[in-house]
């Protein structure tokens, strides 16, 4: 009998915890993901949008998201017309994101932990090209109820992804033709009011 008691009582704690959860969804033309890719001689930017996603808020705090991102949009917006164009075409085949096979992406935040005021150290999966690996990070991010304004800056190593194309570190001898390894996103978020 005590064991079941406690089984409802574990049951009860835990319904009632994940109740106090709420999902606050990202409104997807207000928010920007913008990307910074450089060879050692220049750099190239522009954006990719976001095709949903949401944060998870525990009594105003932080505790978790999930977004995915939509890797057709990818664009270059830096240069003229023809050479953005270009370059779009590029970073959408085999040699960067090979968006026609795996036309998503997606981030999971595992963990969140507030340090000060409204910042916090971020622990999550990022998945390119179906590859699946763990990211650190921090934003600031800030909740009131359920509404939210959020920003971070991410840098990855895209050869953790399969993305090795005139990586230095793959390829020797290509000089100031290496493109950098690092590659910067930089994520502003608004939710749906």
Known sequence: MKKISFLLAFCFLTMFSFASDKMSYVNTKSSTVKWKGSKKTESHFGTVNIQ?????????????????????????????????????????NED???????????????RAKKFKGNQYDLVGELTIKDITRPIKFKANIDINGTNFQAE??????????????????????????????????DIFLLSNK
Do not use: C
């Open 52 to 92: 949903k996603g949401l944060l998870i808020i525990n009594n105003g705090e932080l505790v978790g998201g999930e977004f995915s991102f939509d890797m057709n949009s990818i664009s270059t917006n830096d240069m003229s017309e023809k050479l953005n164009k270009k370059l779009d075409n590029h970073l959408k």
């Open 152 to 185: 971070s800056k991410i840098k990855i190593d895209r050869t953790k992804w399969d993305i090795t194309y005139k990586s230095g570190n793959f390829v020797k001898e290509l000089g100031d033709k290496a493109i950098l390894d690092e590659i910067e996103f």
């Open 96 to 110: 960067f994101f090979n968006v026609e096979q795996y036309p998503t992406a997606s981030l999971v935040i595992k």
